[in-house]
């Protein structure tokens, strides 16, 4: 199984900041790559697919990027809706992975 | 708008058996292959089962081989999963998951879930 690593796991930011979350895999995966935020009691939220496509409806404070066995996630101008728990998803075979989530705090 | 709805999870004892549904709407559900994923408390996301759209293909993480069965019926617009011989260690959310296309492994739309408990 393809393993995923996301760093850190925990991230303390302010409201404005910029923030990156990196996201490896043990093995390459194209551009077979997804994000998701979850908020606590919620069900996880797409963000992000192909590594850096835009899921219809997600603002462009959201942007992804990498390809290969590194990726990032950056969130500009946090708000406080932004605080929560992100996920690195491999999707090049199954079975399908996640890393194990960055979880996003206010400062 | 796609929607999902899961349904059938609650306390159950250890060695029990428990069959999860998923009821869709929104799309045409017969298009797409779908997914259970689950979260024990406090925990990260771990995919247990896919199912392509038309039922011919399923794959199943390697930790539930053999308890767990996911099935679909497209004429009911609900998917399922069917949990044998429960442990302790299956106590998480359960959520039932829209895969982008026919069996991708792409995930874009999920239920609320169903919490699972299982306890003597």
């Known amino acids: 199984d393809i393993q995923m690593t996301q760093s850190p796991s925990s991230l303390s930011a302010s409201v404005g900041d910029r923030v990156t979350i990196t996201c490896r895999a043990s093995?390459?995966?194209?551009?077979?790559l997804a994000w998701f935020q979850q908020k606590p009691g919620k069900a996880p939220k797409s963000l992000i697919y192909a590594a850096s496509s835009l899921q219809s409806g997600v603002p462009s404070k959201f942007s992804g990027s990498g390809s290969g066995t590194e990726f990032t996630l950056t969130i500009s101008s946090l708000q406080p809706e932004d605080f929560a728990t992100y996920y690195c998803q491999q999707y090049i075979g199954f079975p399908i992975t996640f890393g194990q989530g960055t979880r996003l705090e206010i400062k | 708008q796609v929607h999902l709805v899961e349904s059938g999870g609650g306390v159950v004892q250890p060695g029990r058996s428990l069959r999860l549904s998923c009821a869709a709407s929104?799309?045409?559900?017969?298009?797409?292959?779908m997914h259970w994923v689950r979260q024990a408390p406090g925990k990260g996301l771990e995919s247990m089962a896919v199912i392509s759209y038309d039922g011919s293909n399923e794959y199943y993480v390697d930790s539930v081989k053999g308890r767990f069965t996911i099935s679909r019926d497209n004429s009911k617009n609900t998917l399922y999963l069917q949990i044998n011989s429960l442990r302790a260690e299956d106590t998480a959310v359960y959520y039932c998951?829209?895969?982008?296309?026919?069996?991708?492994?792409?995930?874009?739309?999920w239920g609320q879930g169903t919490l699972v408990t299982v306890s003597s």
């Open positions: 929104g799309f045409t559900f017969s298009n797409y292959g």
């Open positions: 998951a829209k895969d982008f296309g026919t069996y991708s492994g792409l995930l874009d739309y």
């Open positions: 093995r390459g995966l194209n551009n077979f």
